[in-house]
T-cell receptor
Framework: EDQVTQSPEALRLQEGESSSLNCSYT??????LFWYRQDPGKGPEFLFT???AGEEKEKERLKATLTKKESFLHITAPKPEDSATYLC??????????FGTGTRLLVSP | NAGVTQTPKFQVLKTGQSMTLQCAQD?????MSWYRQDPGMGLRLIHY???????DQGEVPNGYNVSRSTTEDFPLRLLSAAPSQTSVYFC???????????FGPGTRLTVL
């Protein structure tokens, strides 16, 4: 059974305190791994797509990396506006996305 | 572009009532999908469509119907609402299943 697990469930950081979020997956065939950001009361907003092990993508303070078993979302010197829930999803090749339960990030000033 | 739009934003139903959640996109995307989001469960796929006239079931299809008569619209129908269908519903679209999905703002549904 395809599974996506995110850790930690919640993370509290001080402004400027860098950290990483983890997304581990066991799927029959990886056709892409996606990171989304979700603010309260809103729909998920796309951040990155990674397709193969070793691939990295960066956007402002965020950097996503991918191995054969997991992906990391690195947050460098976060700001309060980075507070959100970060979702990881895997395309298993059957026209379906399998989502993790997300990591709730709170960045305090 | 309005992107993906959903109506209504909030809805309260009584057990046994029926209703349709509306979803529309103006990006000419072939792939559209419906998800429900529950606390601690993550987003789960209900139904999806790869083009007008083509739909298929996702992970949790029971109690829901869909149809896709146009590229733009993908309504989700609850035939007889149950309290277990209380959730937040998101519609999404993308050019192909492998591309990133664009999500709507969601519909918060409560079934009493």
């Amino acid at each position: 059974e395809d599974q996506v697990t995110q850790s930690p469930e919640a993370l509290r950081l001080q402004e400027g305190e860098s950290s990483s979020l983890n997304c581990s997956y066991t799927v029959s065939g990886l056709r892409g791994l996606f990171w989304y950001r979700q603010d309260p009361g809103k729909g998920p907003e796309f951040l990155f797509t990674l397709y193969s092990a070793g691939e990295e993508k960066e956007k402002e303070r965020l950097k996503a990396t991918l191995t054969k078993k997991e992906s990391f979302l690195h947050i460098t010197a976060p700001k309060p506006e980075d507070s959100a829930t970060y979702l990881c999803a895997v395309n298993t090749g059957f026209q379906k996305l399998v989502f993790g339960t997300g990591t709730r990030l709170l960045v305090s000033p | 572009n309005a992107g993906v739009t959903q109506t209504p934003k909030f809805q309260v139903l009584k057990t046994g009532q029926s209703m349709t959640l509306q979803c529309a996109q103006d990006m000419n995307h072939e792939y559209m999908s419906w998800y429900r989001q529950d606390p601690g469960m993550g987003l789960r796929l209900i139904h999806y469509s790869v083009g007008a006239g083509i739909t298929d079931q996702g992970e949790v299809p029971n109690g829901y119907n869909v149809s896709r008569s146009t590229t733009e619209d993908f309504p989700l129908r609850l035939l007889s609402a149950a309290p277990s269908q209380t959730s937040v519903y998101f519609c999404a679209s993308s050019p192909t299943p492998r591309d990133r999905q664009f999500f709507g703002p969601g519909t918060r549904l409560t079934v009493l």
